[in-house]
Nanobody, 121 residues
Framework: QVRLVESGGGLVQAGGSLRLSCAASGSIFSSDAMAWHRQAPGKQRELVASITWGGSTLYADSVKGRFTISRDNAKNTVYLQMNSLKPEDTAVYYC???????????????WGQGTQVTVSS
């Protein structure tokens, strides 16, 4: 049984920062890639960033240079540091486990409940 619990969302002004956390339980975390996705109202869900067990990362072009994904394997937790936030970053952010990153990205089977991020202008 895999369980993912996100936290850290909230309301922030444009230019501000937030850090999301995703605590994972179950054996999947120790060896699998993880990812953050987001879904804004009326839009399709999109990949934000992903990270392998060894720390290799992948970012959406829209967040490169502003967001940083990291993981602490000892704590079974993956993080998303979001800086220089923009109103267009407003969305529900979801943690995703069981991700495949090579040879091409594929979503994992396990999802958290999502955490709302709202960026005001």
């Amino acid at each position: 049984q895999v369980r993912l619990v996100e936290s850290g969302g909230g309301l922030v002004q444009a230019g501000g920062s937030l850090r999301l956390s995703c605590a994972a339980s179950g054996s999947i975390f120790s060896s699998d890639a993880m990812a953050w996705h987001r879904q804004a109202p009326g839009k399709q869900r999109e990949l934000v960033a992903s990270i392998t067990w060894g720390g290799s990362t992948l970012y959406a072009d829209s967040v490169k240079g502003r967001f940083t994904i990291s993981r602490d394997n000892a704590k079974n937790t993956v993080y998303l540091q979001m800086n220089s936030l923009k109103p267009e970053d407003t969305a529900v952010y979801y943690c995703n486990a069981g991700v495949i990153m090579t040879p091409r990205f594929s979503e994992g089977a396990y999802w958290g409940q999502g955490t709302q991020v709202t960026v005001s202008s």
